[in-house]
């Protein structure tokens, strides 16, 4: 079935360091691929996305893009803020189906110290 | 007001206890979803409705039932609480339209303990 795999954490990284959390899925058809962020003690929000191959997805500095012939969507940053701490979620929908299910990673925490 | 809203937020509760955990969203949205999350599993769907009258089992659906009271309200029920059903729950709506891209909006979760 379809899964999705996430570098293991926590990532502790200083204010201003480059980010990556890397990110690798298992899809049957053409999924439609997102990241999660979940701050301390609140529910998850989308922070970006991306439908199809090649496309990048991007939203408050962080980036990532959809790659076909690696099956990943790695996201980065090039500044971490102590604000970004936060556990970040890569999932996918997969097609054709249309239920809008989707299937997580395992999540990967962020630490950012000053 | 937030628009996912889950009561309530923290429960302790025995094994062998019935449990309903409720959402209620102000999105009008028509479909519905709970997730529980446990440490390094990410979060996996228990249950999802499209509509009031739709009900589906997700991968992990086994000592859980559901009731999808009204468009706005949908419970998760733990009839039988048992220890391993510890964890982080959310609840989560998205729009109606048949699409795979549509963004799913989650609740700020019920943390159950069962003892």
């Known amino acids: 079935g379809d899964s999705v795999t996430q570098m293991e954490g926590p990532v502790t990284l200083s204010e201003e360091a480059f980010l990556t959390i890397n990110c690798t899925y298992t899809?049957?058809?053409?999924?439609?691929l997102f990241w999660y962020v979940q701050y301390p003690g609140e529910g998850l929000q989308l922070l970006l996305k991306?439908?199809?191959?090649?496309d990048k997805g991007s939203n408050k500095g962080f980036e990532a893009t959809y790659r076909k012939e690696t099956t990943s969507f790695h996201l980065e940053k090039g500044s971490v803020q102590v604000s970004d701490s936060a556990v970040y979620f890569c999932?996918?929908?997969?097609?054709?189906?249309?239920?809008?299910?989707?299937?997580f990673g395992q999540g990967t925490t962020l630490q950012v110290k000053p | 007001d937030a628009d996912v809203t889950q009561t309530p937020r923290n429960r302790i509760t025995k094994t062998g206890k019935r449990i309903m955990l409720e959402c209620s969203q102000t999105?009008?949205?028509?479909?519905m979803y709970w997730y529980r999350q446990d440490p390094g599993l990410g979060l996996r769907l228990i249950y999802y409705?499209?509509?009031?009258?739709?009900?589906n089992k997700g991968e992990i659906s086994d000592g859980y039932s559901v009731s999808r009271q009204a468009q706005a309200k949908f419970s998760l029920s733990l009839e039988s609480a048992i220890p391993n059903q510890t964890a982080l729950y959310f609840c989560?709506?998205?729009?109606?339209?048949?699409?795979?891209?549509?963004?799913?909006?989650f609740g700020p979760g019920t943390r159950l303990t069962v003892l």
């Open positions: 989560a709506t998205s729009g109606a339209t048949a699409s795979k891209n549509n963004e799913q909006f």
């Open positions: 899809a049957t058809g053409y999924p439609s």
């Open positions: 991306a439908t199809k191959a090649d």
């Open positions: 999932a996918l929908t997969s097609a054709p189906s249309n239920t809008g299910k989707l299937i």
């Open positions: 999105k009008g949205h028509d479909r």
């Open positions: 409705s499209f509509d009031v009258k739709d009900i």
